[in-house]
C-alpha cells in the first residue's frame, strides 16, 4: 500500500477519533469504550503500516527529527489504548489524536537527513527502544500535568465548568499522574543504563546535551517523586515538577536533533 494512501487513511481515522472525543466531551453523545478502541486500532494499524515504509528501511530504523516524531506519536497512542481500557484517560485523545496527526502530515511535507541505527545493534535498538518509550509515556504525563493543572483552577472558580465535569476526581487524576511518572522514570533510567552500555561516549560532542538535559530531567523526575512521599506534593505542584522535568527530556531528546538536522542538514 502507498504512503500517501496509508498516511491519508491515518489522518482520517484519527480525525473521526477526534472529531468523536470532542462530541463525547461536550456531552452531545455518550461515551463508548468499544467504538474509541475499534477507531484507535484502525488507526493504529495504518500508522504503524506508514512507519514501515518510512521510518524502518533497508535493515535500519531512522531515527531522524521527524522520523522518531512519528514512530514516538504511535507509542503515546499504543501507551493510551492500553491505559484507556483500565484507566479513565479518556479525555488525553483530545490531544494525543491531533498531535499524532501533525507527525504524519510532518512526515509527508519535510525532507531531513536521514539518522540510520542498523536492525543488527541490537545494543542500540534496546536503547533506542527504551528511549522513545519513556519520552512516550512522559508525553502522556505532561498533558495529564497540564489538565490536572487547569483541573485545579477550575475547581477553585467554577465547579461546573466543561473540563470540571468531564474529567475524573481529582485524587484520580493525581494518581494517574504518578503512575505514568514512576513508569516512565524506570524507563528512563533503563534507557540511561542501556546507553552508558552500548554507546563508546556518552559525553561526546554530539551526545553531550542529549546525556545532560536527560540525567537534568531524571533528577527533577526523582525529586517530584521524594516530594510526593515526603511532603504530599500535590496538584498545581506536581504539575509543575512534572512539566519541567518533560520540558528537560524534550530539549535532550530533540534540541540536538533539530540543530544537528534541521539547523546544519546533518544526519548519521
Known sequence: MGTLILAVTSLFLYSIGTALQALQFRGRIQANLAITTLIGLLALTSHGLLISQTVYHDGALDTSFFKSSLLISWLIVLLLLGLN?????????????????????????????????????YGMLSHVALSVTAYSLFTLAAIQAILL?????????NYNSILVRNLPPLQTME??????VW?????????????ALFIKD?????????TLFSLLSLAVFVALLIGRYTQGWRGMTASR???????????????SKFVLELVFHRGG
Not at 513508569?183 to 546507553?195: D, E, F, K, P
Not at 556518552?202 to 553531550?208: G, K, P, S, Y
Not at 515538577?241 to 534540541?255: E, H, N, R, V
Open 175 to 180: 494518581s494517574l499522574l504518578f503512575e505514568m
Open 241 to 255: 515538577w512534572t512539566l519541567a522535568g518533560c520540558l528537560l527530556l524534550m530539549i535532550a531528546f530533540y534540541g
Open 85 to 121: 481500557l483500565k484507566k479513565p484517560v479518556q479525555s488525553l485523545f483530545l490531544v494525543v489524536y491531533p498531535l499524532a496527526t501533525l507527525t504524519i502530515i510532518a512526515v509527508l511535507v519535510t525532507h531531513t537527513p536521514s539518522k540510520l541505527v542498523s536492525d543488527e545493534s
Open 202 to 210: 556518552l559525553f561526546a560532542q554530539d551526545l553531550a546535551h542529549k
Open 183 to 195: 513508569a516512565g522514570v524506570v524507563l528512563l533510567v533503563l534507557a540511561i543504563i542501556t546507553g
Open 149 to 157: 493543572y487547569f483541573q485545579n483552577r477550575q475547581l477553585k472558580r
